[in-house]
């Protein structure tokens, strides 16, 4: 009979994803996560196969947890015209305070796509999934701020602001100023 599993899967995912948010993918050791995560390599291998399985369990928890949330205010049936201001003031201020693992780390998708794992597939469909489910947020969100603007006018705000966005989330971890000024233009952009 097998041993009986003595953690919480969903904290040691989370404990996880702490550290592929710090380190990157390829920077996160084994020994490092099992510290994170209070479990022994078996235990982390048989429980997720491996640490490409565990990542994709952290990638699927930051989905879950810290972006849909996020996003949620925006891709409701009635969305308040003021949402697309609250989340990006909202990824300003995480930015903005250099406390956060979002100020010091950016995204952990954003940092996956300039890594080498976002040449494996399921991770540069992660991305690719993560930054469509942002544009199409945003637009949504554009939309209730602008009810008379054109199609094509929001489809161009929408990537705009959304490049700004991820770009503002990737360039935080090496220039802060920069990524706030970014999200400074997009809110330009929106209002």
């Known amino acids: ?24 993918y390829e920077e996160a050791s084994i020994p ?5 995560t209070g479990l022994r390599r078996s235990s982390l291998y048989n429980t997720f196969g491996s640490k490409r399985g565990l990542f994709d369990a952290a990638v ?3 989905l879950d947890e810290v972006v849909t949330p996020r ?7 009635t969305v308040d015209p003021d949402a697309v201001v609250d989340y990006l003031r909202g990824v300003r201020s995480g930015l ?20 080498p794992v976002s040449q494996e ?9 993560y930054r469509e489910e942002l544009r199409s947020a945003l637009a949504s969100g554009l939309a209730a701020r602008r009810p008379d603007a054109g199609a094509d006018e929001l489809r161009r705000t ?18 802060n100023a920069a990524a706030l000024r970014s999200l400074d233009t997009a809110l330009e952009l929106v209002a």
């Open 1 to 24: 009979m097998g041993r009986v599993q003595t953690f919480e899967t969903e904290v040691a995912v989370r404990a996880a994803r702490e550290v592929f948010w710090r380190r990157g």
């Open 32 to 36: 490092e996560l099992e510290a994170a």
């Open 60 to 62: 699927r928890s930051y």
């Open 71 to 77: 996003l949620r205010p925006m891709t409701g049936e």
């Open 96 to 115: 903005l305070d250099a406390q956060t693992v979002a100020s010091k780390h950016g995204c952990l998708l954003m940092n996956a796509a300039g890594a």
């Open 121 to 129: 597939h399921a991770v540069g469909a992660a991305v690719a999934d």
């Open 158 to 175: 929408a990537e705009a602001v959304t490049a700004l966005v991820t770009s503002a989330l990737a360039l935080t971890r090496v220039d």
